[in-house]
């Protein structure tokens, strides 16, 4: 993959990087928990004492166990969005799309790695569903605004920005579901080496069209 260069990050003030440690550290406790016992067995009281952190401040980051479960989902989900926006307004909708997707991979290992455990986790544990869904249709909604920034003029009231949205997300997640079972076992650069080529495959496929002639065969 080429080099890419991502959106720069603000600087942030003491107390706001005090807020994104504290969230980072509960988000870690609660993946690394359930990770290891399973959803089920644990408890917002062990996932405040696995991050040492007091558990009335747990409720100030997240409303549930699952949402911090499913914490690194969301964390990449907003990076994409952010990228994304970074984009030059001279890029296509879809070329946009594609390099935000390499940029997250390439410069983002961690968040990614917390991503990708997340995911199998919810594959295994349908009680994370629910949130994940959340997730994913805050998601959809940000990027069919951030879509309609791109190309669309001020007021317009079209179905482009939102059906586009939602298309694109949706091969992502068929990327991403299939992905996760073919990279089972390779080493990260592999790993990441053919999920890049497999989201090129799908933008393709979304590019040339979805509208195609019904077979004549029977």
Known sequence: ??????AATPALGRRERKKQATRA???DAALRLALRHG???VTVEQIADEADIALR????????????????VSAAAEQLITQFRARPRTESVLRAFREAVLIVLNESDAVSHDHIEALRLI????SLMPQQLAVLAAQEKTFAEAIAERVDPPGRDGYYPAVCAAAVLAALHVVLDR????AAGLDHASATALLGQQCDAAIAELAAGLDRPGSTTP
């Not at 549930?64 to 499913?70: C, P, Q, R």
């Not at 992905?179 to 073919?182: H, Y």
């Open 1 to 6: 993959m080429s080099a890419h260069t991502g």
């Open 25 to 27: 550290a509960l988000r």
């Open 39 to 41: 959803v089920e067995n």
């Open 57 to 72: 401040t747990f409720f100030n980051y997240f409303s549930s166990k699952e949402e911090a479960m499913v914490a690194p």
């Open 123 to 126: 594959r295994r544990e349908p």
């Open 179 to 182: 992905w996760l079972d073919q």
